[in-house]
C-alpha cells in the first residue's frame, strides 16, 4: 500500500473495509476513530496511524479480491443482516469481506461485481469517468422509433421538486417490447424513469455488462471469480501502467 498520507476515506477504502463513499458516510456519522479521537474527513493518514470503525480496528490491506455475481430479481442490495433477501448473505458466503460495486434494485436482476478493492469501485461509480454499463429491458407496451430516438437523445423526469436529465445513451431495439441500452451514469431506479416519461412501464430489467465485465452465461445466482486478461483489464482503471496483481 502507499505510504504517503492520504485522506482518510480514501484510506479505507483502500483497505478493502468499504467504498469511498461509504467510508465518507462512516465518518460523517462519527463512527470512525483516528488515534482515539473521533476522525474528521479532512484527517490525512499513514500506516503508522491507528483507525477504528465502529470500535473495530481497521487492519492491514486484505488480498484483493473480484467476483462476478447474477443478481436475481428479490436480493436486497441494502446491508441488512435480519433480512433474508439482502445481499449480505451472499457476502457473508465468500471467504474475503467484499461489497457491491454500485447496486441493482430489488426488482432488478443482472451483473453485479463484488470486491474489496475500494479504489476501483470510486473508479467505476464516479459519474465523472462515464464508464458504460448495459442492460436488457422489457417493457409493457410496443417501442417505436420515437421512443428510441428520445431515449437516446436523453429525457427528464421529475421527483418532487427536483429535475433529473439522462444523458445521450445508446439504444438499440430488439423486438417490440425490448431493447438494450448502454448509459454512463447510474440515477436512481434510472431506466425505469426514462421509460416512464415515455409513457411505458419496465417489467423486466436486467444488467447484461459493466465496463469490460460481461454477464454471458453466469447462471442465475451464481458467482464467478474474475481471473486473467479481464481482471488486467478491469485494474487499468485504477493501475494503468501495470499488469493484476492477481494472475488467473
Known amino acids: 500500500m502507499n505510504t504517503s498520507p492520504q485522506r482518510l476515506a480514501k484510506w479505507i477504502a483502500a483497505n478493502g473495509y468499504c467504498s469511498r463513499r461509504n467510508a465518507e458516510r462512516l465518518i460523517s456519522a462519527g463512527k470512525v476513530q483516528l488515534n482515539g479521537q473521533q476522525a474528521k474527513h479532512t484527517d490525512l493518514v499513514t500506516q503508522a496511524d491507528h483507525i477504528k470503525i465502529e470500535q473495530q480496528r481497521l487492519l492491514a490491506q486484505p488480498r484483493r479480491v473480484y467476483y462476478k455475481y447474477h443478481k436475481p430479481v428479490g436480493i436486497d442490495c441494502n446491508i441488512k443482516p435480519s433480512d433474508s433477501a439482502s445481499l449480505y448473505h451472499v457476502l457473508q458466503s465468500l471467504p474475503e469481506r467484499v461489497f457491491a460495486v454500485g ?110 465485465l460481461k454477464l454471458a452465461d453466469l447462471a442465475l445466482g451464481s458467482l464467478e471469480a474474475i481471473k486473467g486478461e479481464c481482471l488486467n483489464t478491469l485494474l487499468q482503471l485504477v493501475e494503468p501502467t501495470t499488469t493484476a496483481a492477481i494472475k488467473g
Not at 103 to 114: E, Q
Not at 115 to 129: A, E, K, S, V, W
Not at 185 to 198: A, D, E, N, P, V
Open 103 to 212: 447496486r441493482l434494485d430489488k426488482d432488478s436482476s443482472g451483473l453485479l461485481l463484488l470486491t474489496n478493492d475500494g479504489l476501483l469501485c470510486q473508479r467505476l461509480i464516479h459519474p465523472d469517468f462515464y464508464h458504460q454499463k448495459s442492460y436488457r429491458v422489457c417493457v409493457d407496451k410496443p417501442i417505436d422509433s420515437r421512443f428510441i430516438t428520445h431515449l437516446s437523445q436523453g429525457v427528464s423526469w421529475q421527483l418532487g421538486s427536483k429535475e433529473y436529465r439522462s444523458r445521450p445513451c445508446d439504444v438499440q431495439p430488439l423486438s417490440h417490447h425490448e431493447f438494450i441500452i448502454t448509459l454512463t451514469q447510474g440515477l436512481h431506479r434510472q431506466i425505469r424513469y426514462m421509460c416512464k416519461s415515455q409513457g411505458l412501464n419496465v417489467t423486466a430489467l436486467c444488467r447484461i455488462s459493466l465496463h469490460n
